[in-house]
Every structure is written in structure tokens, then in C-alpha cells.
């Protein structure tokens, strides 16, 4: 009897005390990946707000950390983790904006209309999240597309385009083509005027921007494009060694690995060939030959290259990782290798960049080749940026500027 009780106490006594141990030690599992990912990372001086930013980046680390806990426990995978969390905003709570979600051709949309009478036809943005191709939805850009549909007076047509890896390119790709073909076609409908249509997007959205404006430039029936509005796109996928990628390696919230990693989840729903790929070990001696004459550090201005550069040298290619991830060379998955014949038919071009972004060089690069090939650029480079900022302008003034910039461009069109 006395044995019994004693056994219940004990039980009851170490039930909570072990749910107590897990909870500390799971907290603790958090906090030590925070401070310890957050010790990797470097916040040069000349970033806007750089406590503001580590808390962000710390929070990022964090959710991902839980993510990966909910994996090993197989509750769900960490990228359904981080999505879920990211996308627990309300949408489209403005008061002098209409907000409607449809399809456009089978591709869910949400469209963001100015209530106010409007003497003609308006100006349309067709705008692309950004997220990696894997994370990102139209609730995470929900503030960017009402700020700009608000401010600029303008339709906004957010595209929910599937996402890697579960939907490798072509997919995602042929989801925001479908929604801008559907969009130009019936912008009538939406008040719009259709030869006032841009296609904007931030990050990997700016990658499939481009990639649209370049698939539709000269197309036959169609509206023409009437500008593209690249915010800090991903625009190549064969040189990670650029001197933007080199000098900010460890800035928050795009670390280089983490770059070449999204980009291979969207070609191959893996990221088996990370290794090869920041080495350049994915592209045949060939094509970097090919490639040398776009993508060398030699055609950036001098003052990019101050913060430090080393060329790389070159490696020898891995059959079975050029194979796994050819597309990733071709101008549909980087823009930034398409031909010149391509280019002369681009259509007026506002570019973001930001200085600590592993992206600069992809954005300085294409810059320099759409004005050697007569595509007029706008270009706003965001010199105490990070990759990302435009999403939290609410808190960086930085971020806040260039969208009011992208305003400003949207409002000259
Ligand atoms: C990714 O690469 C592997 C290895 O080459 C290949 O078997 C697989 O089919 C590729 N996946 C996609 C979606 O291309």
C-alpha cells in the first residue's frame, strides 16, 4: 500500500517535472540556435538599424529551429512550418481600397482596386511575392500590394503562384505567365488600361518578373508590357561568387547558401548539388565562357568591388550536377543570360538594389545589360539596404523610401 502511494506521488511529481524538462530544453535548443546562427551572422556598420535587424533575423532562425523540431517530430515539414506562420495575416483591410480574391486561367489571385471614381482608366501592377519560390504567399506581400494599389491609385493583381519544391520550374513560372496573359487580356474588366500594365516583384518574384516580361516581349496579340519593376530580383543562377555574394555571405536575411539553396529547390526540388553549385561546379566550361562576357565582376563599377573580392577560380564541371540542374543556366530560370535579340524588346525598367544583398551584382549586371541594349532603367540602389527591406518598410526608413519610389516610377507610367 505505502509502496503504491509512493509510486502515484512519484508519478504525479514527475509527469510535470519531465513536460517540464522537455519545455526547458526545447526553449534552450531555440535560444542556442538563435545566438548561435545569429553569432555567424554579420551586420556590416553601414546597415540601417542593425539591432532592429538581428531581432528580425533571430526571429527567423527561431521559427525555422521550431520548424525543424516539428519535423523530427513528424507534425509537419519545416518549410509547411515556416509557411503556416508567415501566413497568418488578414488580407486586404484598407478602407479605400477594393479587395476580391478570383482566378485568373485557374491561378488564384487577389486583386487590391482603388474605390475612388477615377476620370479614365487606370494604371495596372500585376506584383509577384518573393519568398525563394518556397515560402511567400499573397498575404505575406499584402502590405507592399496595398501600399502601392493606395498610393499609386492603381489596380493591383497579386498572383498565388504554387510553390517548390512540391512544384518545381516550370511551374511557378507558367502560373504568373498564365496570370499576365489573363491580366493584359482583360484588364478592361478591372478598369484598367491594358498598354499601362507593369509586372513587378521582389527576390525570387523579381526573378519570375523578368523571366515573364522576357517570355512575353514581342508576343504577338497581346498588349505589350508597358514597364517591369525589379525589387532586388534573383536574375542568374551560375555565379555565386560575385562580389555581392562574396562580400555579404553572412547578411541577414539572405545569407549565400540559403540564395543557392532556394534556387535549387526550384529547378530541383532538392538541394543535393549545394555544394557543386557555389562552387560553379554546375555549368560546363563552355557556357561560363558563354556567360563570361554578362556576368564578370569586370563589368560592375569599381565602387562595388571596395568592400573586398577575390575572382574565383574556375572549377571543373560535375556531369551529374550540370544534369540535375540545367535549367538553372538557361535565361527562363536567369534572366540575366538571355540574348540581346531578347532584351531590345524589353519594356521600361525600374530596378531595386540594396548594398548588403548577395543579389546586388544579379540587379548592377542586368542593369548595365538592358541600357547597352536601349531599355531605359530607373535604378534606385538602397545604400544601407539589406535583401528584403521593402517587406518591413512599417520599421526601416530605407524600405520605406524605395517603395515610395516604386510609387513615384508606377505614377510616371
Ligand atoms: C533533381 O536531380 C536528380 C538527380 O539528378 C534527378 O533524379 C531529379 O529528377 C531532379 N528533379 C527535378 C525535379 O528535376
Avoid at 512575353?216 to 543562377?237: N, T
Avoid at 553572412?250 to 530541383?268: D, K, M, T
Avoid at 555549368?283 to 563589368?299: M, T
Avoid at 546586388?360 to 542593369?367: E, H, I, T
Wanted: charged share 20%; hydrophobic share 45%.
Amino acid at each position: 500500500m505505502m509502496m503504491m502511494m509512493m509510486g502515484t506521488m512519484m508519478t504525479g511529481l514527475l509527469l510535470p517535472l519531465a513536460g517540464a524538462a522537455v519545455l526547458a530544453a526545447a526553449v534552450l535548443l531555440v535560444l542556442g540556435s538563435i545566438a548561435f546562427d545569429a553569432s555567424h551572422a554579420e551586420v556590416p556598420p553601414g546597415l540601417e538599424r542593425p539591432a532592429r535587424l538581428r531581432l528580425l533575423h533571430a526571429s527567423r532562425v527561431g521559427t525555422a529551429v521550431l520548424g525543424r523540431i516539428a519535423e523530427n517530430l513528424h507534425i509537419c515539414t519545416q518549410i509547411q512550418f515556416v509557411r503556416f506562420l508567415r501566413s497568418r495575416r488578414r488580407l486586404g483591410g484598407d478602407a479605400g481600397l477594393l479587395f476580391r480574391e478570383a482566378k485568373f486561367k485557374e491561378v488564384p489571385v487577389a486583386i487590391y482596386q482603388p474605390k475612388a471614381p477615377s476620370a479614365g482608366q487606370r494604371r495596372g501592377v500585376l506584383y509577384l511575392h518573393g519568398g525563394g519560390w518556397v515560402l511567400g504567399s499573397i498575404r505575406t506581400h499584402d502590405n507592399i500590394c496595398r501600399y502601392i494599389a493606395r498610393e499609386s491609385e492603381s489596380v493591383v493583381v497579386s498572383v498565388e503562384y504554387r510553390l517548390a519544391p512540391e512544384h518545381t520550374y516550370p511551374a511557378p513560372l507558367n502560373d504568373c505567365l498564365a496570370a499576365a496573359t489573363q491580366f493584359l487580356e482583360a484588364a478592361e474588366d478591372y478598369g484598367v488600361d491594358k498598354t499601362r500594365v507593369a509586372i513587378a516583384g521582389d527576390s525570387a518574384g523579381g526573378n519570375l518578373a523578368a523571366a515573364v516580361c522576357q517570355a512575353l516581349a514581342g508576343r504577338p496579340g497581346l498588349a505589350r508590357v508597358r514597364a517591369q519593376v525589379l525589387l532586388y530580383p534573383v536574375l542568374q543562377g551560375a555565379d555565386f561568387n560575385l562580389p555581392s555574394y562574396q562580400q555579404n555571405r553572412a547578411v541577414p536575411l539572405l545569407f549565400r547558401e540559403r540564395a543557392a539553396f532556394y534556387y535549387l529547390q526550384y529547378v530541383n526540388g532538392s538541394a543535393s548539388f549545394l555544394g557543386d553549385v557555389l562552387e560553379g561546379a554546375h555549368v560546363p566550361a563552355k557556357l561560363q565562357l558563354q556567360h563570361r562576357k554578362w556576368l564578370s565582376a569586370e563589368n560592375l563599377p569599381k565602387e562595388f568591388k571596395a568592400r573586398g573580392y577575390r575572382p574565383s577560380v574556375p572549377t571543373a564541371c560535375e556531369d551529374d550536377a550540370y544534369e540535375a540542374v540545367k535549367a538553372l543556366s538557361t535565361p527562363a530560370c536567369s534572366p540575366l543570360l538571355a540574348d540581346d535579340a531578347v532584351l531590345r524588346l524589353l519594356p521600361e525598367t525600374f530596378l531595386l538594389t540594396c548594398e548588403y544583398d548577395v543579389l546586388r551584382d544579379d540587379g548592377l549586371l542586368y542593369k548595365k545589360r538592358l541600357e547597352e541594349n536601349g531599355v531605359k532603367v530607373t535604378w534606385c540602389h538602397v545604400a544601407h539596404g539589406f535583401h528584403g527591406i521593402i517587406s518591413f518598410f512599417g520599421s526601416f526608413p530605407s524600405g520605406k523610401k524605395g517603395l515610395e519610389d516604386v510609387v513615384t516610377f508606377v505614377k510616371s507610367l
